[in-house]
């Protein structure tokens, strides 16, 4: 689901070429890592970018500064950023569940995908 929303959220073009879905074999890079469980499934944190060459082009340092740019320029590295920490510590401090974190989080994806 949050491939699928990730790509909707870019238009199901790739970040970097711009090339469509159609066109060529997407694949969906996370900004921050995906061991971190707060911005695993946030569409955000997503990045469509082809299977070959432009998924290596996210990991070099003008990749990482072009994505980053653009969270910089939405409003949105800050938002990350502030998820970026350890999920038990934010759990306790937000009162949730990490069950409850995970049904909310399918809802949200389920509703960017459904639109």
């Known amino acids: 689901m949050w ?9 199901h073009c790739c970040f970097f070429c711009g090339k469509h879905e159609s066109q060529t074999q997407i ?9 971190n469980l707060l ?23 003008k990749g990482e500064g072009q994505i980053r740019d653009w ?19 934010w759990f306790v401090e937000n009162g949730i569940t990490k069950n409850d974190f995970l049904k909310q989080a399918y809802y949200n994806l389920k509703k960017v995908i459904d639109g």
Request: aromatic share 12%; with cysteine; glycine share 4%.
């Open 3 to 11: 491939r699928k929303a990730s790509k909707k959220y870019h238009n």
């Open 27 to 35: 694949e969906v890079h996370h900004y921050i890592k995906r061991k």
């Open 39 to 61: 911005t695993r499934y946030l569409p955000v944190n997503g990045f469509p970018v082809c299977k070959y060459g432009c998924h290596q082009h996210a990991h070099t340092k």
């Open 71 to 89: 969270l910089v320029k939405n409003g949105w590295l800050e938002y990350l950023e502030k998820r970026e920490t350890q999920s038990k510590q």
